[in-house]
């Protein structure tokens, strides 16, 4: 047990850091089984082990790592024609994002964000399954600049991608993890800019990407046997919970 703290960053204990791992597996299968949850989940978990100075950058390192894997083992069903132009708009967004000052309080964001996510979710929004290039590059450029702020465009990320898949769960699923994994990358890339220290958590960001990789194999098994109407209802359900909690989270904020 000594030997594996020597592996782990300082306050992390041995018992914790092989919950996160085990967890790891499972999150990662939660998203690649639905195209969402598992990233929160996640994030939700560490928040109880994890300093908060460290929070968000090794919950992206490991996010990015799950995403990557997710990407590459279900690579024959990504979308290039929109996972291109989505990863063009992440770039854009992210450059413009570090230029902007914005007025309205995180409370406030979360709750219009949440609303959004609602509305987009149970009710077809009329020409968005029908963007051009331009137009989804538009649409992760300001994606980007959210997730800067807020840090919850997964579940907004699928929503908008269920209007434009409406009948491929499996291209779905691959290609949201093609787009987030530009957007986690993105982060790495401003944290590591801004100095965190990754090094000190590489041992324990390794294993855990290394499980989620196991859990997206498992997780990917699953979606091949769900039923397209199957997936779509759990789907549209978990992207609903996941946005009525940033409602909620928004709403106690203010108060």
Known sequence: MEAIAGW????LGAAPAALLVVASFFTSALTAAFGVGGGLAMLALMGLFVPVAALIPVHGAVQLGSNTGRTWHQRANVRMDIALPFIAGSLLGAFVGAF?????????L????GAFIIAITWAKVPGIGTLGKLGMAAASAVLAVVTMLVGATGPLLSSILAQ???????ALVATHGAAMTVQHGLKIVVFGLAGFAFWQWL??????????????VFGTAWLDRIPEATFRKWFRLGITILAFDLLRRGLMDLL
């Open 8 to 11: 782990l960053p300082e306050h």
């Open 100 to 108: 902007i000052v914005v007025q309205l309080p995180d409370a406030v």
């Open 110 to 113: 979360k709750i219009v964000l």
């Open 164 to 170: 434009i898949l409406p009948d491929d769960r499996r």
């Open 203 to 216: 041992p324990l960001i390794a294993i855990m990407v290394v499980s989620g990789f196991l859990g997206t």
